[in-house]
């Protein structure tokens, strides 16, 4: 209910999200196809959905809401969509108390190319400055996200066509962006300068998809091509003929967290299988850490993969210790006070049998603010664990995501002002290893500089400090 | 259900709506009254409704959704309002297949003066032409409503000052409007330089009120000042210093269709009680058409009182012929097949006992498509009216009205083809007379050149078919 | 949203509610009809709504939910409605705190007849010793609905058949019902041995209806037959047979308070015109009450009737004084501080031109609280009226009814403390009068043993100290 | 929309569902604490949850509605709840069509006790019977399912004690039942003879519990005590005075399909971990069937564990083959043509990397239609499996279930008409083995006579064919 209200947050940042569009030589039921395709990129966002189609030239029918997938349509609703041959999709994150429909994507607007329609994933850490300057010229906005923002600067530069204006428009965006835009009998993916955010292309019998993940691609029961490279604008015309440019100053650093925790593990981002990666993690862990342990055991869902490499290399037994409520979902009300302190338990279950008088090795993706690793600890312990040994399949996180990833401030994230043996300490582990950021440049299949890993390092691939975003930085 | 679905009418014209804004020196639960000022103004508007408060300098708080007022507010909805100092409110007419909560009002939005809110009533004919321009240098537009124009161009003006950029745009602005604007700590409320929408403004207790009629002011216990002149801009800051300009081209040509039908009985528009200029209309047809009648009746709500008034003149008894059921409201189904033909018992029955075995005069305010008033005569007639004279308190209805009024175009106008005989034929009634028009100009108080009368003699204040509205005209 | 939750007020009181029953040879879109129907009806209750169809024999589907007829059906929800040749339908009053689904009528169930349907108006006052009598028999109830005991009473004594079931239970009630019940692939209609409640028959090309007002007949174009007998039960079988049997004790004392204030001024009753009657009793008071007063109005919507009927007699000129806010509905929040004291403004409004400076008779069909009317005379004088006269269509209410009509007990009751002298006083009138029960009867056309009067003389047709009410009369 | 329609299915079945009840010696926020407990249960039912408490002598206060648990209540809907010493909940399962909440429960009704509350999780096969019988006598029925006839036979027999008629009317009832009953302020827990349902007993530091598996429990934050024995009735007063009887005729016959599928693998059911028991299958399928293979895989999510027990005996690797979409949830579309061939992929994706090239052994816990593994291996042949040989950790599903378990109708079960080599044949396998009875029956730690057995072998532990459902039994 109050999530329906609208909290003006002045300038709030937007989140991890996920994107589609789909463009065909045939009219078809593609509202049905987009659901679908944003079903399989639901993990990337559970606030708000909304599809987008062009129906004739220049007209577009829209339907969106506060909601999953599975909420806000439903059979009637994407019957209501016209027969059509071209759409794009979205789904956001959610993030307590910034639930709006105003927010919700994709922005469907009049512009210089009739009605069109934008999609984004991301964060434009110069999108303040932008708007502002907009605003000075005399623009208007209705909401608080991105998306707009990229809408109105692609519409202002696309005078003498849509394509320059997206290269326009990209050139001055300073920050991640995986987008689709729908204008003109035309389909346009972009992906960032630095391919940030992913952003594959598929094929379906000839028709052409873009989504975020390749997940979704499969879903819909088409063939992943390849993922966009860094700074790509690919145009397709009704004709389904195809036209890349590149935006300047490419220069990849795609986000390493969307291995670490983000994608699905059944995706493939820039040719390295998320599960795959997650998996080596975990074998290099056990290369490190020699811990003299019973069994070993992953935090369901995404470190369970990593249990398993673990469990591989190591020789210690894989087992289950953890049970995840697979009901857990977008809404969710506050525990009584009885139950506030045990609140996991919701959650998570411990497998008894598989504990109890056991050494345990636990392996978590990553520890954001610590609570919840302090009372999967605890969980473990009352359930007979004897020990209970931490890894974490990534370095520490310690320092906040500018780039559409929701993580805390520094002051919140426990890495930011612990340090491993004080973390240990707090979240009552018997011992805690982190995995080095070199294995896990390694297992993610790429370079330590083709990646962002500021979150952990805080080597943001852009000067952050010049941006408003830099008073954060500056608390380092 | 399927209202709230999203139809791309391209550029759906705006209907009859009621504004209202209030500010006052206090912080206080300022929803609450704005609540029951819309309530007050529902019947000018029962598709949406929206409310959008300003709670610190530059921040709005709104919520707005398709349905009545009470429907869309309860008590959780208004108890989410931060209290404040000012607000203002809207609420729209529902056309069928144009309910779009994007075209809901009031629109908030971020410009020069940070969080802006506009609420419009009357319809803008050079609507079109400034949002192409618009787009065309670069602005993008996210709904099909004047008010979303009338937004961005009052930001693009409001370089120097909200009051210059207010005044500016209605220079701009060709057609009706009254506006209430919220921006900057200022309310500010505008009349079309023809005053062809009404705006009135109240004080309640040293707070200032806007609103579209009195009959709101009255109802929030305020006290009605005076109505705004034609061009007229009001501006109020937060301390409650009122300060009054005048957009060039002031000409007066107010709506006298407000009189005939679209006001409440209980509002004074321009120095003239609604209720009393129906009644004198009523005492005109008297003087001029003496009809040799057992009684004389009123079709509700708003002709009964002009057949009261034929009653006090013409001496024939006044009897109440039909009973309106109360509970007619904004959604309704379509009637299965076998009660189609007689829909209009749906909303009205014969009070049998007062026209049995009686000539009727019966009165009625206007006749637009004239199927209604057939099957009130023939209810008439088979509940045992001997005869049955219509009088209309207005003249023909013939042209369509561009300036916010929503009715059919000329082909659909019976007025529009057929002359007065031809219409009494096609009603079936026993006999037909229309108020002439210096009758009712004069039961309005006013003269003939301070009313728009272009729904009944095409002399629109406006060269019509300079617009894109023209092409209508033409066919006349 | 909170009125869906469920209050388990123990055993709460039916009150006032509207029903309809539809047999017809063929099958047909029934729904649409009994939704029309129950439309019409919407006067006599806005708290819930619904229809049940018979679709094969001994099959029942239907739909009910708390809001008024147009907000809980829709073109989606009658379409999924089976055609078919029988079905009944009941709205229902709304008092405060007492929403609630599992109260909604009509009472489906599985019985001896397969699945069965009641739909009642009225209050049975030995509901609870019947219903505590059932109990002790292993009976069990999931609402506290009077309907539903009805229901267990026919079913439990129709093992022979439905009519005996029928006239058995009814027998046993004591208290006010008009019934209509579908079972058996028939349609049955009951009115209580004094008619308390009304009830008529109607016909619509050979189709055969029930209804609780001739306004339900009318508006879906039947003609109306004639009233239900004190007593009568009427079975139509599915070749549409009529059959009529009589319950004991016959006595008519039929609720005059219908024709004062419940039912609608276009219905008929037990073959009085309700305007009739209304009208009579202002040519009555005129008679009876010689005021030196400009003016006499009526209180919008009931006594307006009774004010021209003053007007005709006494020449003292009608006006209207107050405008009625049309969208007064089911719901409703509190005013705010600051309105609560003018709260009657948020419903009413003075037509200042007709009362400035005037002394003006105001009619009103009863006083129940007094406190309405207070608010109302102030209105009045704060717009200028010189004096308020008031006078009252109908007895002083003094005393509770036990029959269906929610009225206040006797202790909030201003008739049950106060003489007519306090009560003048209390409303702030210049002067107060109430028509005398003789004069009231003789309007309804009747006699006084015809009628029950109870709420103004304490007669109950039914010594109600037997009854678990009687704790109430004791206090008189 | 549709789902909240009633569809009148005369007799339908219940099906599988989730109970619990709580009780205190103090008044708290017992709505939290079943909503929390409700949740835990979520994956037995998703069709309609719904709380009730008793919140003074003979009170009852409850809300239900079709959905989540979450999706039903929110923190107004549980904040309504009065705060309280004893509560009962429910969860439904799914089944197309049967959606009404006049099904949902806990079915609250006035009985002997004043207000009773009561929750099943079961099948009564007699239930028919039952319910003419007591029409016979002149009861009514408002709902179709089996919780009403058991309310109300519990409600006959407790003339002189609620526990007498608990006992009395379990005497009575043949099938299978886990009931919790609130009534007299006490809660009031039932196994059925056979324990063919799960229900145990736990204390939250001194409260008592009653939940249909311990996940519940153990999410409450509470100890698990023990399961409920064959016919127990367990009754608790308000001071937590606990005391056992026994229904007559106990004779285990625990329903093993609850290890099989039904229940969590975190929960414990008769002093067995439903983990251990799927984690012994895949080991004893080891033992069993030694394939040549590269890697074993289990269909996520209940034969992962068993794919585990496999791999460790045999030594083939563990790996991921399939990955689930977590918001697989209630309502569904139905996809469009160009992905109705494929639809398994909405649901699942191949782990490409993992499968590529490989020899699989894939372990389902069951194959009931046969369609579902017909398209998972054809899912992951497309993604390049060389070999897919499956193996069932269970016996072939042979029979349908009369005890609660939504299964199909022997036509339509896979193994109710093709033998093991044509079930292998039609989903498109390289071999196909199921766990022989012997086995599942060790690995659920008890004598094949301890369980019904009857999906598999047929072997009801009552003589179906004596009962309505018999016709089923006759297709054999």
Same mark, same amino acid.
């Given at each position: 209910m109050?999530s329906?209200?609208?909290?003006?947050?002045?300038?709030?940042r937007?989140?991890?999200?996920g994107?589609i569009g789909i463009?065909s030589?045939?009219?078809?039921e593609?509202?049905?196809?987009?659901?679908f395709?944003?079903f399989?990129?639901?993990?990337?966002g559970?606030?708000?959905a909304?599809?987008?189609v062009?129906?004739e030239p220049?007209?577009?029918?829209?339907y969106?809401?506060m909601?999953?997938?599975?909420?806000?349509?439903n059979?009637?609703k994407?019957?209501?969509f016209?027969?059509t041959?071209c759409?794009?999709?979205?789904?956001?994150y959610s993030t307590t108390?910034s639930s709006?429909?105003?927010n919700?994507q994709?922005?469907?607007?009049?512009?210089?190319?009739g009605r069109?329609?934008v999609?984004h994933?991301?964060?434009?850490?110069n999108?303040?400055a932008?708007?502002?300057?907009?605003?000075k010229?005399?623009?208007?906005?209705?909401?608080?996200?991105?998306?707009e923002?990229?809408?109105?600067?692609?519409n202002?530069?696309s005078e003498?066509? !849509?394509?320059?204006g997206?290269?326009?428009a990209?050139?001055?965006l300073?920050?991640?962006?995986a987008?689709?835009i729908?204008?003109?009998?035309?389909l346009?993916?972009v992906?960032?300068?630095?391919?940030l955010?992913?952003l594959? !292309?598929g094929?379906k019998?000839g028709?052409i998809l873009?989504?975020?993940e390749?997940?979704a691609?499969d879903?819909?029961?088409?063939?992943v091509i390849r993922?966009?490279?860094p700074?790509?604008i690919v145009?397709?015309?009704?004709?389904?003929?195809?036209?890349?440019s590149?935006?300047?100053g490419?220069n990849?650093?795609s986000?390493?967290?969307?291995?670490?925790?983000?994608?699905?593990s059944?995706?493939?981002?820039d040719?390295?299988n998320?599960y795959?990666?997650?998996?080596e993690c975990g074998?290099?862990?056990?290369?490190?850490f020699?811990i003299d342990a019973?069994?070993v055991?992953g935090?369901?869902d995404?470190a369970?993969?990593?249990a398993?490499?673990?469990?591989?290399v190591s020789?210690?037994?894989y087992i289950d210790a953890l049970?995840k409520?697979r009901?857990?979902?977008?809404?969710?009300i506050?525990?009584?006070q009885?139950l506030?302190?045990?609140?996991v338990?919701?959650k998570l279950?411990?497998?008894?049998?598989?504990?109890?008088?056991?050494?345990l090795i636990?392996?978590d993706d990553s520890?954001?603010r610590?609570?919840?690793s302090r009372?999967?600890?605890q969980l !473990?312990?009352?359930?007979?664990?004897?020990?209970v040994?931490?890894?974490?399949?990534s370095p520490?996180?310690?320092f906040p995501c500018f780039f559409g990833?929701?993580m805390?401030?520094k002051?919140?994230?426990i890495?930011?002002?612990?340090?491993e043996q004080?973390i240990?300490?707090?979240?009552?582990a018997?011992?805690?290893?982190?995995?080095p950021?070199d294995c896990?440049v390694?297992?993610?299949g790429?370079?330590k500089?083709?990646f962002?890993?500021?979150?952990?390092d805080?080597?943001?691939p852009?000067?952050i400090d010049?941006y408003?975003?830099g008073?954060?930085v500056l608390?380092?």
């Amino acid at each position: 209910m109050k999530s329906i209200l609208l909290p003006q947050n002045e300038f709030e940042r937007q989140e991890e999200c996920g994107i589609i569009g789909i463009i065909s030589k045939e009219k078809k039921e593609m509202a049905h196809d987009l659901y679908f395709g944003l079903f399989a990129l639901q993990h990337r966002g559970q606030e708000s959905a909304g599809i987008a189609v062009a129906y004739e030239p220049r007209k577009v029918y829209y339907y969106k809401k506060m909601g999953l997938v599975n909420e806000v349509f439903n059979e009637d609703k994407l019957a209501a969509f016209p027969d059509t041959n071209c759409g794009i999709g979205h789904v956001r994150y959610s993030t307590t108390g910034s639930s709006n429909v105003v927010n919700a994507q994709p922005v469907v607007f009049y512009g210089r190319w009739g009605r069109m329609a934008v999609a984004h994933n991301g964060n434009i850490i110069n999108c303040d400055a932008i708007k502002s300057r907009l605003i000075k010229q005399g623009h208007i906005f209705q909401s608080s996200i991105d998306s707009e923002v990229i809408a109105a600067l692609i519409n202002l530069y696309s005078e003498n066509s !849509l394509e320059e204006g997206v290269k326009r428009a990209c050139e001055e965006l300073v920050g991640a962006y995986a987008l689709v835009i729908m204008a003109d009998n035309k389909l346009v993916a972009v992906r960032d300068p630095m391919a940030l955010k992913p952003l594959c !292309l598929g094929d379906k019998k000839g028709d052409i998809l873009f989504a975020s993940e390749t997940c979704a691609i499969d879903s819909l029961d088409a063939t992943v091509i390849r993922d966009l490279k860094p700074g790509e604008i690919v145009v397709v015309d009704e004709n389904l003929q195809m036209h890349s440019s590149f935006i300047s100053g490419v220069n990849r650093r795609s986000c390493i967290f969307e291995y670490v925790y983000l994608a699905r593990s059944d995706s493939k981002i820039d040719g390295v299988n998320v599960y795959d990666a997650r998996y080596e993690c975990g074998k290099m862990l056990a290369q490190l850490f020699k811990i003299d342990a019973d069994v070993v055991a992953g935090v369901p869902d995404s470190a369970i993969v990593s249990a398993r490499g673990y469990s591989e290399v190591s020789g210690v037994p894989y087992i289950d210790a953890l049970s995840k409520n697979r009901y857990i979902g977008r809404t969710f009300i506050q525990p009584s006070q009885s139950l506030r302190e045990n609140s996991v338990k919701i959650k998570l279950n411990a497998i008894r049998g598989n504990i109890k008088n056991k050494r345990l090795i636990l392996i978590d993706d990553s520890i954001v603010r610590g609570t919840t690793s302090r009372k999967i600890v605890q969980l !473990l312990r009352d359930n007979g664990a004897k020990e209970v040994h931490m890894l974490i399949a990534s370095p520490v996180v310690a320092f906040p995501c500018f780039f559409g990833v929701d993580m805390e401030s520094k002051d919140k994230l426990i890495g930011g002002y612990k340090n491993e043996q004080e973390i240990c300490k707090a979240i009552g582990a018997d011992s805690l290893h982190y995995l080095p950021m070199d294995c896990l440049v390694k297992a993610c299949g790429g370079k330590k500089e083709d990646f962002c890993t500021a979150c952990f390092d805080g080597d943001y691939p852009i000067p952050i400090d010049k941006y408003n975003c830099g008073k954060f930085v500056l608390e380092i």
